[in-house]
């Protein structure tokens, strides 16, 4: 049985940071494409990060360009999103995403599989 498991979210105010670890049993995320996603209140889920399966090509939202950092570590079959200078419309429910078809970084929600079942990130001013 495929499980990811996110961890680290919280509570924090404007312009402080968090790390987000999404770790994976049952499934190496190895040669896979690994996406970060996140569902606001009332809002759809929207893409955030994504990173191949080399770790060498990273994509990001325009909303958060600049400020979050996707990383891997295929060893401890772990992948990282890295927030800084948060603002509170980041507050969300955030989820990591495993691909089984593609080795890129794709955008697009459908093309992952398997998800985890996210970790909630509040921002206050």
């Known amino acids: 049985q495929v499980q990811l498991v996110e961890s680290g979210g919280g509570s924090v105010q404007a312009g402080d940071s968090l790390r987000l670890s999404c770790t994976a049993s049952?499934?190496?995320?190895?040669?896979?494409?690994l996406g970060w996603f996140r569902q606001g209140p009332g809002k759809e889920r929207e893409f955030v990060a994504s990173?191949?399966?080399?770790?060498?090509?990273?994509t990001y939202a325009d909303s958060v360009k600049g400020r979050f950092t996707v990383s891997r570590d295929d060893p401890k079959n772990t992948g990282y999103l890295q927030m800084d200078s948060l603002k509170p419309e980041d507050t969300a429910v955030y989820y990591c995403?495993?691909?089984?078809?593609?080795?890129?970084?794709?955008?697009?929600?459908?093309?992952?599989?398997?998800w985890g079942q996210g970790t909630q990130v509040t921002v206050t001013s």
């Open positions: 995403a495993s691909s089984t078809a593609y080795t890129s970084a794709p955008k697009n929600k459908h093309a992952y599989t398997y």
């Open positions: 990173i191949n399966w080399t770790g060498d090509k990273t």
């Open positions: 049952g499934r190496t995320l190895r040669k896979y494409g």
